[in-house]
């Protein structure tokens, strides 16, 4: 099982980012997905998930300007940033839940299984 997330780069306050995971190895349809970043110095934290269903949710920290989307025929999974503010520099990562047709949502990184290797955005002010 591989996760690849790109996508990230240097972008100015106020701009956009579409983060892309693509994942292989298996099929992820019925399975759970999320993002999570890490800033420099600060211990990892959730962005957003995304449910087999579809179903999505958001931090509170990013509600409102980012969306995590899938693609079940591309095994990917998205993460739209727009309105990018300097708080939001880290390194982003992708995950995926271990079980299969999960019935909640999963916001602690101890419910994921299989981890990406990031991908960097910086924001400018």
């Known amino acids: 099982v591989q996760l690849q997330a790109s996508g990230g780069g240097l972008v100015q306050a106020g701009g956009s980012l579409r983060l892309s995971c693509a994942a292989s190895g298996r099929t992820f349809s019925s399975y759970d997905m999320g993002w999570f970043r890490q800033a420099p110095g600060k211990e990892r934290e959730f962005v957003a998930a995304i449910k087999w269903s579809g179903a999505g949710t958001h931090a509170n920290t990013v509600k409102g300007r980012f969306r995590i989307s899938r693609d079940n025929a591309r095994n990917t999974v998205y993460l739209q940033m727009n309105s990018l503010k300097p708080e939001d520099t880290a390194v982003y990562f992708c995950?995926?839940?271990?079980?299969?047709?999960?019935?909640?949502?999963?916001?602690?990184?101890?419910?994921?299984?299989?981890w990406g290797q990031g991908t960097l955005v910086t924001v400018s002010s």
């Open positions: 995950a995926v839940h271990a079980e299969a047709y999960s019935t909640n949502f999963h916001t602690r990184e101890y419910e994921y299984a299989y």
